[in-house]
């Protein structure tokens, strides 16, 4: 296969079809771009990376099964990986390195970071005789996974999730339903029912579609 046509392969790939997370608001005093950030550069532009291979924390998941998205064999999976881990376990491999914590994969929503790592050059060849394929690539990862100790980012929340428009709502879903039952103590007490002689409220005839209201 040429390098152009694994160009085009790669990009079809379905691990690369992803789900952005909601984002922090910047605070005062913050990351700049350009400023070094854990040994790691923040840019603003990551279409640089774009050819760059795809990792993900469920590739290294002892928990989950091949047919449910681990790519590396059981006894080199860990437990609970994320992100900032696999990115710091890739650098410790010797390799370059795009962490993207604001990406999340289809499959894998609560545990978000996203790991671009420089297998090809820009020609299509191998970066590393060593290292020849993504398989090679996940196991040599995989090897420094358990002895790299980094901070876990925050995992979002299912309403941040929905408000960002990573997780789709539901058919007949109204807003505040993630929250309902929650907050009255009263909440299986039965219905009241019409007080004595009342007479029943009529019908209306009016007929309409309903609507669901997501914001």
């Known amino acids: 296969m040429s390098s152009k046509a694994a160009g085009k392969a790669a990009e079809l790939d379905v691990d690369d079809m992803d789900f952005p997370l909601p984002e922090a608001p910047a605070q005062a005093g913050g990351v700049r ?8 550069r923040v840019v603003s532009d990551a279409s640089q990376f774009k050819r760059w291979v795809c990792l993900y924390p469920l590739y290294f998941d002892r928990g989950r ?8 064999p059981s006894a080199l999976a860990v437990d609970a990986p994320h992100g900032r881990q696999v990115s710091m376990a890739a ?27 420089q297998l090809f050059d820009a020609a299509g060849n191998c970066m590393r ?6 398989k090679q690539l996940l196991l040599r ?11 876990r980012d925050k995992e979002p929340d299912l309403g941040e999730l929905i408000a960002s428009g990573a997780l789709p709502t539901l058919p007949g879903m109204a807003p505040g ?16 029912g019409p007080a004595p002689g009342a ?17």
């Open 141 to 151: 990862v995989a090897a420094k996974m358990p002895l790299v100790d980094a901070p």
């Open 177 to 192: 339903m993630l929250d309902a039952g929650s907050d009255d103590d009263d909440n299986d007490a039965p219905a009241a």
């Open 65 to 72: 099964s091949l047919r449910d998205g681990r790519r590396v």
């Open 199 to 215: 007479k029943p409220a009529k019908k209306s005839k009016k007929k309409g579609k309903a609507k669901t209201v997501v914001k």
């Open 91 to 117: 650098k410790e491999a010797g390799f370059s390195v795009c962490y993207e914590p604001n990406k999340t994969h289809p499959r894998d929503f609560f545990t978000p970071g996203r790991v671009r790592v």
């Open 33 to 40: 771009i350009g400023q070094s950030l854990g040994g790691m």
């Open 129 to 134: 005789h060593d290292v020849r394929s993504r």
